[in-house]
């Protein structure tokens, strides 16, 4: 069962461009996390949220999370190439022992 | 510093054939886990351990053995290869629990014909 759902799936924008990623889940989360993938290596941490209602600013990428701890965005202001990459979103559950990635969210950036 | 070190990074294996997938940190970290990434479904949950002597099942753990001898090490065994488990692995370890942040592995690229 997939319980986090990111959208959208696949994002291709011009360099410049501000776009936003969603992660969406009928469950509550503990904490919630974002990473960035890129191709062939292991997904690496941008940031981990904790409360409802949370914002979190890292450089030109910022963070929210939901006010009932459901679920997240990611927002970034005037893409650069160097951003494109496989963007993660993982929830913790209660315990916090298991995390629970959404679908994954591709995006390029054209120069 | 190494961090998380995952061996082999690509193996193919036929059908039925058995292996183990290696995975040592050298962070001290408490929590480790592994996961399987398939395209258009994020990463799944394995198998994961709190600390050495204890493994516990994730969402998807059939076909797959863990155990977790020494804090540094945690290997994933397939017993009957099948093709369904071709897909990229991931190791990944964090200090304690309750959402700490996962470092993880490059990933060992598994394909099974």
């Known amino acids: 069962t997939q319980l986090l759902e990111q959208s959208p799936q696949f994002l291709s924008i011009q360099e410049g461009e501000n776009l936003t990623v969603y992660c969406n889940s009928s469950s509550v989360f503990s904490s919630l996390q974002w990473y960035r993938q890129e191709p062939g290596e292991g997904p690496v941490l941008l940031v981990t949220?904790?409360?409802?209602?949370e914002v979190k600013k890292l450089k030109r990428l910022t963070f929210q999370f939901g006010d009932a701890r459901k679920d997240s965005s990611l927002h970034i202001t005037a893409a650069q190439p160097g951003d494109t990459g496989l963007y993660l979103c993982a929830g913790a559950g209660d315990t916090g022992n298991q995390f629970y990635f959404g679908t994954g969210t591709s995006l390029t950036v054209i120069p | 510093n190494a961090g998380v070190t995952q061996t082999p990074k690509f193996q193919v294996l036929k059908t039925g054939q058995s292996m183990t997938l290696q995975c040592a940190q050298d962070m001290n970290h408490e929590y480790m886990s592994w996961y399987r990434q398939d395209p258009g479904m994020g990463l799944r949950l394995i198998h994961y351990?709190?600390?050495?002597?204890?493994?516990d099942q994730g969402e998807v753990p059939n076909g797959y053995n863990v155990s977790r001898s020494t804090t540094e090490d945690f290997p994933l065994r397939l017993l009957s290869a099948a093709p369904s488990q071709t897909s990229v692995y991931f190791c990944?370890?964090?200090?304690?629990?309750?959402?700490?942040?996962?470092?993880f592995g490059d990933g060992t690229r598994l394909s099974i014909l």
């Open positions: 351990s709190v600390g050495a002597g204890i493994t």
């Open positions: 949220v904790v409360t409802g209602g």
């Open positions: 990944a370890s964090s200090y304690g629990q309750k959402g700490q942040p996962q470092h």
